[in-house]
């Protein structure tokens, strides 16, 4: 029913491609988020699925159906809008049932199905007003209320909390789950916040310049990301990387200097490799007791703290003369190691740290491919990640 | 300017009430400025209501004392809006105006809708310089094409054999040549409304179920209601006190009566000949005539009454688009 399948799309405007061969299979009931920064092209890629936009190349299916020359309105979808876009001429009744009327359902049906969405959305007794009399929350819901109303076989969703405020979006998140989880139907998300893809989704669709990096559950985007960008996305503050060499027991890079042997994962001495490691996989050594799997000690001076409450950002100088990440990530000048809230640390205060082995990912740095999560494997000590790649 | 400053301080009570006042308004400009907006104000109120109150003096002075009138009638006669409609059947002649005008304005809104969703929401090569070839058309002089268009309409053009339909005579030989003239206007004001209408609605409303066509009646029409608002009502009033047209394209002729104007369609003279029935060969009763204007005049004048501020508020909306 609401098993949506991309085959080999693309779409291409006269001087950018905007999608680039994106296969997508998205199961019935499955709630899929697509994320990536600004102009990936993920929004493109939904507006192919709702038919606004038709692709170059490729096939688009919902359900058994091939509709990749069907108008919108034959799709069998429904869309909920970043700009919430309620007709602003009609009353919030007239808006939810815009697309029954269309369709020439009887007054009773139309009735009766208008109740019950604004019932779930929470809308009783507002329905004779107009969308600029009602806040944003409300006019959100209403354009959820229009789109449940026509019991669709897929939801897309873009970016619909994007201009609702930090309070409402948090709550509405909760709301849309909710939604989710009552009507069972498929939802595509498209988002560029990765903490709303996290929190919500079945599974992640990673997408950059048009391609899709990863789509596997949440969980398993950020443990195991597929390349350097997924790892890079998922994950808030990011993930560090060092750009270092591969030499005969392990990886080396200007300050660090991580033991494995490298022939275990298929790496020889002197491959370009990027170590990426976690903020909270890194820890002082005072506290790195119970960590089994410890790299070298590497001295750092603390630069700048955030603290968050349950936890402390800790920015670290390893190397004073580098230029910071920002500038030129990679370097390994600096890194940003997040410690429990009762730890003792000040600002501009020399200390060693710690990188937890059994959490480094390693990448190939000029194809930004994931060669390795996780520097010991199963038959050593068991790490969650090399379990999973057993699994495989 | 110096000197007269000069005199007008020198001495006030030797000086004329002009020269006086000359020199006040010299020290104070906004004085002058004012003076100036009087005097242009006075200037284009004569030119604009004179001609109105001169129609009247014309009507209400009885037929015999026309010859000596000057500036106010000469007798009072206002049985003569009366006489109009019993001399001919003048009604019928307004009717038909009316109507024309209608069936033009829908025509043009039609299409001009379309043409506006087109140039105003869509991205294509060309878009400009088309979009000026067709504002282009409305300033091509009637004349050119008169003789054409007359040939056609009266059959005489025949394409492969078939001759072209006789539209002489018929509202089809006023309303066509009406529509392509005054459709340009439409296309400029509706694209600049129809652009506005944020993408985000149009794509709403073909998920809810219409097409781009429905999108554009149902969503974008209703959200542009100023703007169609302007183009309707322009079209209506150049439809209406359109000339060239109205006097070749039909041979002056009426139905007798209001079911008479459904029944046939070669009666269908508008207003203007109407106007003119009252010149025969025996003369010209210039008092009817003159009431007779008076009278057409009347539904522009409160059709721009109703609708004016829509009409500035359509037009400035346009213009002020960032």
């Known amino acids: 029913m609401g098993n949506v399948t991309l085959e080999h ?15 997508l299979e998205i199961r019935d009931g499955e709630f899929v988020c697509l994320v990536g920064p600004s102009g990936c092209g993920k ?20 359900g058994d159906r091939n509709v990749t020359n069907l108008p919108p309105k034959d799709r069998g979808i429904a869309m909920v809008f970043q700009n919430i876009a309620l007709f602003p001429h009609m009353d919030v009744y007239d808006n939810i049932s815009f697309g029954l009327r269309l369709r020439n359902y009887d007054k009773e049906e139309i009735d009766r199905r208008v109740d019950h969405a604004s019932d779930i959305v929470q809308l009783e007794g507002m329905l004779d007003r107009m969308p600029d009399e009602m806040s944003g929350g409300q006019r959100q819901r209403v354009a959820i209320a229009r789109a449940i109303v026509r019991q669709p076989d897929v939801f897309l969703m873009d970016e619909p909390l994007a201009n609702l405020d930090a309070k409402l979006r948090v709550h509405m998140r909760t709301e849309i789950q909710r939604l989710h989880k009552q009507l069972e139907t498929t939802v595509i998300y498209v988002t560029h916040d990765q903490a709303e893809a996290m929190t919500m989704s079945d599974r992640i669709a990673v997408i950059d310049s048009g391609e899709l990096q990863q789509i596997d559950p949440p969980l398993v985007c950020y443990n195991e990301p597929a390349n350097l960008f997924v790892a890079g996305f998922i994950g808030s503050p990011g993930m560090n990387f060092i750009d270092g060499d591969i030499v005969d027991d392990g990886f080396v890079a200007d300050k660090y200097e991580v033991e494995f042997d490298p022939s275990r994962f298929g790496l020889s001495s002197g491959d370009d490799v990027t170590l990426g490691i976690r903020p909270e996989d890194v820890y002082p050594v005072q506290n790195a007791g119970r960590i089994a799997n410890q790299s070298k000690e590497i001295r750092a001076r603390t630069d700048v703290l955030e603290p968050m409450g349950n936890e402390i950002f800790v920015y670290l100088v390893v190397d004073e ?5 920002l500038d030129k990530p990679g370097s390994g000048g600096r890194l940003l190691m997040s410690v429990d809230p009762d730890s003792d640390v000040e600002e501009d205060q020399e200390m060693s740290v710690i990188l937890d082995r059994e959490r480094v990912h390693l990448f190939d740095t000029a194809t930004g491919e994931a060669v390795q999560h996780g520097l010991v494997e199963a038959s050593e000590f068991g790490s969650a990640s090399a379990q999973a790649e057993g699994d495989d | ?13 030797d000086q004329g009430p002009f020269t006086r006042w000359v020199g006040s308004a010299i020290r ?15 200037f284009f109120l004569f030119t604009t209501l004179f001609p109105l109150y001169w129609l009247l003096v014309l009507a209400v002075t009885p037929q015999r004392n026309l010859q000596d009138i000057f500036l106010t009638p000469n007798g009072f006669n206002p049985g003569v809006f009366i006489e109009v409609f019993e001399t001919v059947p003048f009604h019928i002649y307004m009717l038909n105006s009316l109507l024309l005008a209608v069936i033009t304005t829908a025509i043009v809104l039609l299409l001009a809708s379309l043409a506006g969703y087109v140039f105003g929401r869509l991205e294509f090569p060309g878009r400009a310089p088309l979009m000026l070839a067709i504002l282009a058309i409305s300033y091509f002089p009637p004349a050119a094409f008169l003789v054409p268009l007359f040939r056609l309409f009266t059959g005489n053009v025949a394409v492969a054999g078939i001759n072209s339909p006789t ?30 209408i944020p993408e985000g609605l149009e794509d709403a409303a073909r998920v809810e179920g219409t097409t781009r066509l429905g999108a554009l009646f149902r969503v ?5 209601a100023p703007g169609v608002a302007t183009a309707g009502v322009l079209t209506f009033i150049a439809v209406y006190n359109e000339f060239f047209f109205s006097f070749l394209m039909n041979d002056g002729q009426v139905a007798q009566s209001i079911l008479g104007i459904v029944s046939s369609s070669n009666h269908w003279a508008p207003l203007l000949q109407g106007v003119l029935a009252f010149q025969t060969q025996y003369g010209s009763l210039y008092n009817l005539m003159a009431a007779a204007s008076i009278i057409g005049v009347l539904p522009v004048a409160i059709l721009v009454v109703v609708a004016q501020e829509k009409i500035v508020s359509g037009l400035t909306a346009g213009a002020l688009k960032e």
């Open chain 2, 28 to 42: 104070n400009p906004a004085k002058a400025y004012r003076a100036l907006f009087y005097v242009a104000l006075v």
């Open chain 1, 321 to 325: 003369d580098a230029e910071t990440d």
């Open chain 2, 220 to 224: 974008i029409m209703p959200l542009s």
């Open chain 2, 167 to 196: 539209w002489y005579n018929t509202p089809g030989a006023m309303v066509m040549p009406f529509s392509a003239l005054f459709m340009p206007l439409s296309i400029f004001i509706l694209s600049t409304f129809y652009g506005q």
């Open chain 1, 43 to 62: 929004s493109t890629t939904m507006e192919m699925v709702a038919g606004l936009t038709k692709p170059t190349e490729g096939q688009v299916y919902i």
């Open chain 1, 9 to 23: 799309v693309t779409k291409r405007y006269e001087d950018v491609t905007a999608v680039d061969d994106m296969n």
């Open chain 2, 1 to 13: 300017m110096a000197t007269e400053t000069g005199q007008q301080t020198g001495g006030e009570a």
